[in-house]
């Protein structure tokens, strides 16, 4: 069993700066695939980015490529969503997640992973 806790939301004007942080407390993190997700205020929850076991292969949304990083510390268990030039539309309940099954590519569909966080909100204003 993986336990995720992501931690770094909050407030923050258009513009600014938050580094979002996902802890596992699983002995197997560096074997999984992981991903955040967010999930705006009445939608659905979307793929935002994803990496690789060893952090070699990244993937993001279209709405935050060139703004937003992750990144992932195997020896820390946690991986890391820098996220910079931050919108309004940003705005959202941002969760980590972990993909068991596959280890050296990175998932789109939230179907495909198995662990999740609990969320941390992150709120732009404008």
Do not use: H
């Amino acid at each position: 069993q993986v336990q995720l806790a992501e931690s770094g939301g909050g407030l923050v004007q258009a513009g600014g700066s938050l580094k979002l942080s996902c802890a596992s407390s699983g002995r197997t993190f560096s074997s999984y695939a992981m991903g955040w997700f967010r999930q705006p205020p009445g939608k659905e929850r979307e793929f935002v980015a994803g990496v690789t076991w060893s952090g070699g292969g990244k993937d993001y949304a279209d709405s935050v490529k060139g703004r937003f990083t992750i990144s992932r510390d195997n020896a820390k268990n946690t991986v890391y969503l820098q996220m910079n030039s931050l919108k309004p539309e940003d705005t959202a309940v941002y969760y980590c997640a972990a993909d068991r099954v596959r280890s050296t590519v990175v998932a789109g569909t939230s179907g495909d992973y198995d662990y999740w966080g609990q969320g941390t909100q992150v709120t732009v204003s404008s």
